[in-house]
């Protein structure tokens, strides 16, 4: 039976390395797609476009702006009026609008304190808030005010707040998730469209054996995929630190390779083309990704999703890995992330195993 098992393996690999086209996306998946994502998404303020009128003719105003610098401010715009600011705004050729009014100097060296009107394209809500968060600072700092209670600010984890870590992170497993859906189902409904289902069923050999070893043999594929977007793109692209067992994560991303497995085989089942695997893969995945926490904080999420992310294996294999790598969690105190997504895994592949198996 072993013997049969991994012939059936070797066959579906050999498919896979034959069919470039297939080849040629799982590689982009987990190399040119992941550091697009590390790369183009950004969270912080960079690069934002200011632009100001200032009617003030002090040099307080002009202290300000200077502090508004690279690599958070391009170089402030000067505009004559309120309109043409406005209408910057609306153009999209600026994302903050600074303006000084006639009193804003002579207010500030009278009182100590003046008025700065600010406006904000909320379009662009996470850059502009936190380019707001910026000029506030630059404000506190300039105008040099004591609180009682001194401030130290200790970054953990991540003490650059660096974007592409966390985000180049949570492409290669939401991609793991995504990729281990489509490929399970596609050695299946390939059969299918390829007219060869019905000798595969006339095979002699057990039909539970040929569901493993074709789900397996993807398993496997998604591994080395795991792998090689570890190596090149998070370590080499990114230089993503890695403070607990990179043996974890490995094999936290093995059980999880069956959790996507189980939910291709469910896919497959109910799919008669490749155009159904595509349609029904991003009409499961998409709710899987959202209440994951990979794009938005759990905790940020209502209260009924928070409790509904709970049945969500991606959740668990999310938390996992972002704990092995930035907090160094240890093995011993990794067991919830793995009851997660064992048993959940469990419960969804036995479900698509079921489901498949009921066509032979």
Do not use: C
């Amino acid at each position: 039976m072993m013997r049969t098992f991994l012939s059936l393996v070797n066959k579906e690999i050999i498919g896979f390395l034959r069919a470039w086209g297939l080849v040629a996306v799982v590689l982009y998946a987990f190399t040119l797609d992941i550091y697009i994502a590390g790369k183009g998404i950004e969270l912080q303020a960079k690069n934002v476009s200011v632009g100001y009128v200032d009617e003030s003719g002090g040099v307080v105003s002009l202290k300000i702006l200077e502090r508004l610098h690279a690599p958070q401010f391009k170089p402030p715009v000067r505009f004559r009026s309120q309109e043409e600011l406005d209408r910057a705004l609306r153009n999209r050729e600026i994302m903050v609008g600074l303006l000084f009014d006639n009193d804003f100097s002579r207010d500030y060296e009278r009182n100590g304190h003046s008025r700065l009107n600010v406006l904000l394209d909320a379009t662009a809500a996470a850059q502009s808030f936190q380019a707001l968060q910026y000029l506030q600072h630059i404000l506190l700092d300039f105008s040099k005010i004591h609180f009682p209670v001194e401030l130290k600010i200790h970054k953990l984890f991540n003490p650059n707040a660096t974007t592409s870590w966390f985000m180049s992170l949570a492409e290669l497993l939401s991609m793991m998730t995504l990729l281990g859906v489509i490929l399970t189902a596609a050695v299946f409904v390939r059969e299918k469209e390829n007219g060869t289902w019905d000798m595969m069923l006339l095979m002699p050999v057990d039909p539970r054996l040929i569901i493993l070893a074709k789900s397996f043999s993807q398993v496997l594929i998604l591994s080395l995929g795991i792998v090689i977007a570890t190596g090149l793109i998070l370590f080499g692209a990114f230089d993503v630190p890695i403070h607990g067992s990179i043996w974890a994560f490995f094999l936290l991303s093995f059980f999880y390779a069956f959790t996507s497995a189980g939910i291709g085989l469910f896919v497959a089942a109910v799919s008669k083309s490749m155009i159904e695997v595509a349609q029904l893969a991003i009409f499961i995945m998409m709710p899987l990704i959202f209440l994951s926490g990979a794009w938005t904080p759990i905790h940020a999420m209502a209260p009924w999703l928070q409790k509904l992310s709970r049945i969500s294996p991606l959740r668990y294999y999310i938390e996992g890995s972002e704990s092995i790598f930035f907090r160094g969690t240890a093995w011993m105190d990794l067991w919830p992330y793995f009851v997660g997504v064992i048993g959940l895994g469990a419960l969804v592949y036995l479900y698509g195993f079921r489901k498949i198996g009921r066509l032979f």
